[in-house]
């Protein structure tokens, strides 16, 4: 999307940059509405594809340099259009699953939680961290928990497997490993801090009562990330 002009990158005005975005998040719902309209697709699947793809708009906010207030903004009315459809059928693709949650809501606060945090520091890649582990690693360790589980176990009342579990370390390890390998290079810090907030992601997304792992997963494993990479490098 970048031009190069004399040695200098420029940016499309903000309103194309955002019109990619609403694009992308365009063609998320149009998919998430084909398969709810096939009878084999349940909600929670569409559930999942609207998690997993609505999150990825992170990285297109972070590659087009989209300013936080956009994103802040962003989150503040997608809160409040969740709020709205626990009460009215605003988003029934999501909040048809069956079981009660607020996970829709954590998840649009944490992102915006997130852009507010680490925009300003100039450090998008640990807001990055945290969506895409809320986004790819609780994703599918839901899919491989609910098709694949077989040794499940309990913590706080919600039921999870270790297969699931499995999933969203090696998921959360794979986002952070890539997000640092692309900002700081392939040192030993990187590959120690995407293992210990793999471990850390894993036992965050355990907690899922009343969808709080949407909460503490991205905000734990943004805040585990960004402190231990920052004191390694300004101490090793």
Avoid at 19 to 35: F, K, P, R, S
Avoid at 38 to 44: T, Y
Avoid at 114 to 132: E, S
């Amino acid at each position: 999307m970048a031009i190069l002009l004399t040695g200098i990158i420029a940016f499309p005005p903000l309103s194309v940059r955002i019109g990619v975005i609403v694009v992308w998040l365009g063609l998320v719902g149009l998919l998430a509405q084909c398969c709810r309209q096939k009878a084999s697709v349940g909600p929670e699947v569409v559930r999942k594809i609207v998690h997993m793809g609505v999150g990825n708009v992170i990285l297109l906010a972070w590659w087009l340099k989209i300013p936080a207030w956009v994103g802040i903004a962003a989150s503040v009315l997608f809160s409040a259009i969740t709020l709205l459809s626990y009460k009215f059928p605003i988003l029934p693709g999501l909040d048809s699953v069956g079981r009660k949650s607020w996970g829709t809501f954590f998840y649009a606060v944490s992102i915006g939680v997130l852009i507010a945090w680490f925009w300003p520091l100039h450090h998008p890649q640990y807001a990055v961290i945290g969506i895409l582990i809320m986004t790819w690693g609780d994703g599918l360790a839901a899919i491989i928990g609910q098709n694949f589980g077989r040794h499940p176990y309990q913590v706080w009342g919600g039921l999870k497997s270790w297969e699931g579990s499995l999933a969203m370390a090696v998921a959360s390890y794979l986002v952070c490993s890539l997000a640092l390998l692309g900002t700081q290079g392939a040192i030993w810090q990187t590959w120690l801090v995407s293992l210990v907030v793999a471990i850390g992601a894993m036992g965050l997304e355990s907690l899922s009562k009343f969808g709080i792992d949407n909460l503490m997963a991205p905000i734990g494993s943004a805040a585990l990330a960004f402190w231990l990479n920052e004191w390694l490098l300004a101490n090793f």
